[in-house]
């Protein structure tokens, strides 16, 4: 595939590794582009008010997923584990599981336990809700703070899906354990519910602010790890950072106004949160793209529009209208370009659709996902890409870097996994997604609304810029 | 505090005060289940002993995880070969759980020796690994067979012990090397340099102090490792042991096997780095040697003094706690802390073991407190009581320290400064001086009122005596 036919025809339809066996790569992964299924399960959890996360299985999955965490938000997060043994793999983990939330409530006094399973309890066949049955239904010897927490199970066999599918069941799993659970005459307000999918805290800041434009002052975001994976330094221990979701908020869904639910890619999926308060509540339910780039954040505007009966506020117009001016100040920079992008599919599904709107060509678009759905919700969302660019599904690094040559990227967009792709090829990486682990302020990256594609846009930009300006002899300060 | 910060009953037995009388540190168990351990598992501790050795190709049998996150994140260096620094998993899917994972194990090592023609194979099994009944033993003897290279299991199940059994795995995994290379032209003044990772190149400051005294290092492992130095390295006439818990094992049995003894050190701190020198001198004997011994440690520690010495005024009587994987580290630090004036309030590892915290609770000052396999409340609890100024931990207790308002070193794999050898200890001190006297410290809401901002507090008075 030459440079101009990359840009100018279309080439054969390629759309990779969908679900069943993966044609290039029937021996396993090079380089991952996914992380484990329990590390998105955990940060759901963190979005939860006074929720702490415990892994079933061994110490180990515990402290990688929390290192992994840390590195890329830099503050506490906590993950309790079961902590399995030779003889729980053996006798089955039910001790280890009670005598795990008796110490959790002890040390945490924890609003909420998630309680995500790993490939060890999973292949072990952990009967899960029975377990937790019979920890309820036991007297535990606790002081009485430490009683009682909410417990939400989700499945997540690291052998099925990634971080990403992880993170999504966990939302599943709480929406569905808590909606509609309130004592009999509450009367929570109905709100707006957004499930805003794996962003950024900066993003779900931004969300708020986004809605409070159109009037909705008070939403529920289903996670909101806003506050308690970017908060202040302490002026003392805190034992569950302050912020998160409440279970009261949760409790409510289900008479919420409306639902919102993010993600090209999960706007296909069968069973959702989102679907879940519209079957069972019938809230009805927007299923969207991750608001990036202006077609995206014009289709959240709509639902919003249609969700609160309100107009488009002048705020967000006059946002919109600054963004459409920099992409034609922008437009001869970025004609042609070409972008490798990776990820979580409904993050380079977001990117994917809004570069196309810029002119950059995103010539290959990787997710470590694998649920068959990616290529069609990017040339559903944005149909000019189809046959023009590669898709691929259970794609890693090592597949990516065979396929750099032919395809010859001008710059790479995601985590900062991609950086030893980038620096081979001389290329500058826009970072974002996760993980960022290499700069500071990954917590503080916006993508999201009219606003957050401008930073991103503005990055995008600049990047080669700098790239052109860097490579020069002549070393120009006036482009 | 709204409510004070209790220690779980089960964990009370593992925490003592140096100068209190009282039975020995309960330790070498397994961890107390949803006490939140700073420990990681079986695997863990095979993977870090074995990462380092450049040339060979590391898979990780089972689904992604493991594999993911142990991809590029140490700073172990290589002076030659990349390949250590991917990340290569047999990525179990499902159906490969209820079939089995063997012929996709085979599959993939065969592919992947193929591509990247490492010199040995290790293959690290995982969790479930174990459950499934995949025979890895057995695929790896068939695949060595065809290959040519040696292609060794790693039984790292993470679940069958802790991360002590893992260093032992990968020991194991180690030996069958050991032994199959040709050990000519080998010194009769000759050492291996075991536990040492290269750290950001750690283990070639150490190297070459041996060097100017005429001692060869035959391998270093696993820093810098090469299959091929391993494979010769009984050759040495003397194993120097430095991160004592991963390697004592190796030592031993090249011991029994291959008749070397072996010598347990540490190369962190002035006192530890000389003392490795000085034995090593010791043990091979001859004046000239020692002398030699002595000028390495004169020239360097002549290096750095004055710089220690003028952050020894700022950092004088400031307290440390120290919470690190293994105790010979921690003994180190504790000393080249009282090298730079300060105090360790707090000091606790992972995997010591009874004679470890006895030599803590002797070392240390009355009062200080003793811990083994900690957990964030407690490291908090003990941080706040203790009032310290500086966490030395890695990163999974570093935002215990930053939330709370304290200064932090990094002194774990993921580091990417040297802190080993004399001029591990500048930087070392350089890192400790920059972070407790950071600017910083006088805004942070716990801190703010201590540190009252006036023109000159929190200023230090020392100025860089060298670059």
């Not at chain 1, 992994?68 to 006798?91: C, G, K, M, Q, W």
Request: hydrophobic share 40%; charged share 25%.
């Amino acid at each position: 595939m030459s440079c101009s036919s990359c840009t100018n025809q279309p080439v054969t339809p390629e759309v990779f590794g969908a679900e069943g066996e993966h044609p290039d790569f029937p021996n396993g992964s090079t380089n991952p582009c996914k992380l484990c299924t329990p590390l998105g399960a955990c940060l759901a959890f963190k979005g939860i008010a006074g929720a702490v996360p415990l892994l079933h299985g061994s110490q180990g999955c515990a402290t990688y997923i929390r290192r992994y965490l840390i590195s890329h938000f830099r503050e506490p997060v906590d993950i309790a584990s079961t902590n399995f043994s030779e003889d729980t793999a053996v006798f089955g983990g039910r001790k280890n599981l009670h005598t795990a939330l008796d110490n959790v409530g002890r040390q945490y006094r924890p609003a909420l336990v998630g309680i995500a399973t790993t490939c060890l309890s999973e292949t072990m066949g952990e009967n899960m809700p029975m377990l937790l049955g019979e920890y309820r239904a036991e007297a535990r010897d606790l002081p009485p703070e430490a009683e009682r927490p909410e417990l939400v199970h989700v499945s997540t066999p690291s052998f099925k899906g990634t971080h990403a599918s992880g993170f999504h069941a966990a939302v599943r799993a709480i929406v569905t354990a808590l909606a509609g659970t309130e004592s009999p005459g509450a009367t929570a307000e109905s709100r707006l519910a957004i499930f805003p999918g794996m962003v950024s805290p900066e993003d779900l800041r931004h969300l708020r602010d986004f809605c409070a434009a159109w009037g909705e002052d008070a939403i529920t975001l289903v996670p909101d790890y806003s506050e308690t994976l970017d908060g202040p330094s302490w002026a003392d221990f805190i034992r569950t950072p302050p912020g998160g979701t409440t279970i009261d908020e949760l409790r409510a869904l289900s008479h919420a106004k409306a639902a919102l639910e993010l993600g090209h890619s999960l706007a296909t999926a069968p069973i959702t949160a989102g679907t879940h308060l519209k079957t069972k509540f019938s809230v009805p339910l927007h299923r969207l793209g991750l608001p990036i780039g202006v077609r995206a954040n014009d289709a959240f505007c709509t639902a919003l529009a249609e969700a609160t009966g309100r107009e488009l506020p002048e705020r967000i117009a006059a946002e919109r209208g600054r963004l459409l001016d920099s992409y034609v100040d922008a437009h001869k920079y970025l004609a042609g370009k070409k972008a490798i992008v990776y990820g979580e599919d409904d993050l380079v599904a977001g990117l994917t659709v809004f570069l196309a709107e810029t002119g950059v060509v995103p010539v290959l678009v990787a997710s470590g996902e694998r649920n068959g759905r990616l290529a069609e919700a990017i040339f559903t969302a944005a149909p000019e890409l189809r046959n023009r660019i590669e898709v691929r599904e259970g794609s890693d690094f090592g597949e990516i870097e065979q396929r750099i040559e032919e395809l010859k990227p001008d710059m790479l967009i995601g985590s900062s996994k991609g950086y030893k792709l980038a620096r081979s090829l001389g290329v500058p990486l826009v970072r974002c997604g996760f993980p960022v682990h290499d700069r500071l302020g990954a917590q503080r990256i916006r993508l999201l609304g009219y606003g957050g594609t401008q930073q991103l846009f503005d990055r995008i930009v600049n990047a080669l810029l700098e790239a052109k300006q860097e490579h020069s002899d002549i070393g120009y300060s006036y482009l | 505090m709204t409510q004070p910060l209790e220690i779980l009953p089960s964990r009370a037995a593992s925490i003592v005060e140096a100068g209190q009388a009282g039975g020995s540190v309960r330790c070498g168990k397994v961890s107390v289940a949803g006490s939140v351990s700073q420990r990681a598992c079986v695997f863990c501790g095979s993977r870090v002993v074995l990462y380092p050795i450049a040339d060979a190709l590391h898979l990780v049998h089972g689904p992604i995880g493991c594999a993911a996150y142990t991809w590029d994140i140490r700073g172990a260096q290589s002076s030659g070969p990349q390949l250590f620094r991917n990340s290569f998993s047999t990525d179990l899917q499902e159906l490969d759980v209820i079939y089995g994972g063997e012929q996709k194990l085979e599959r993939a090592l065969r592919e992947l020796i193929a591509k990247h023609k490492p010199k040995a194979a290790f293959v690290y099994g995982t969790c479930i690994v174990g459950l499934i009944g995949d025979d890895v033993a057995a695929v790896c003897k068939r695949l060595s067979a065809e290959t040519g290279i040696p292609v060794l299991p790693v039984a790292s199940e993470g679940f069958k012990g802790t991360k002590k059994d893992g260093y032992k795995a990968a020991c194991e995994a180690l030996y069958k090397l050991i032994g199959t290379g040709d050990t000519s032209e080998i010194s009769p003044l000759s050492i291996n340099l075991m536990g040492d990772f290269n750290i950001a190149g750690e283990s070639w400051v150490i190297r070459e102090y041996f060097e100017r005294m005429g001692i060869q290092v035959v391998a270093t492992i696993t820093g810098d490792g090469r299959v091929d130095a391993i494979r010769r390295c009984h050759g040495a006439k003397l194993n120097l042991v430095q991160c004592s818990g991963s390697m004592t094992h190796l030592a031993k049995k090249m011991h029994e096997e291959h008749g070397i003894p072996f010598k347990r050190v540490s190369f962190f701190g002035i006192e530890d780095m000389s003392a490795a020198l000085y034995d090593v001198a010791k043990f091979f004997g001859g004046e000239e040697l020692m002398d030699k011994a002595r000028a390495v440690v004169r020239d360097e520690v002549a290096k750095i003094y004055p710089q220690l010495r003028a952050w020894r005024d700022d950092l004088h009587g400031k307290k440390a706690a120290v919470y690190v994987g293994g105790a010979f580290k921690a003994f180190s630090l504790v000393r080249a802390l009282r090298t730079l004036g300060m105090r360790t309030a707090v000091v606790g590892t992972q995997t010591g073991d009874a004679d470890d915290y006895n030599t803590l609770r002797e070392m240390c000052d009355p009062g200080t407190i003793i811990v083994d396999d900690s957990n964030p409340i407690e490291l908090a609890k003990f941080c706040l009581e203790q009032d310290v100024d500086l966490f030395i931990g890695g990163v999974k207790e570093r935002p215990i320290a930053y939330k709370l308002g304290i200064g932090f070193c990094d002194h774990n794999h993921e580091r990417k400064e040297c802190l080993a050898g004399f001029v591990g200890m500048l930087n070392f001190g350089r890192e400790v001086h920059a972070s407790v006297m950071s600017p910083v410290w006088n805004f942070v809401p716990r801190r703010a009122a201590k540190h009252a901002i006036t023109p000159t507090a929190g200023a230090p008075k020392s100025k860089e005596a060298v670059a």
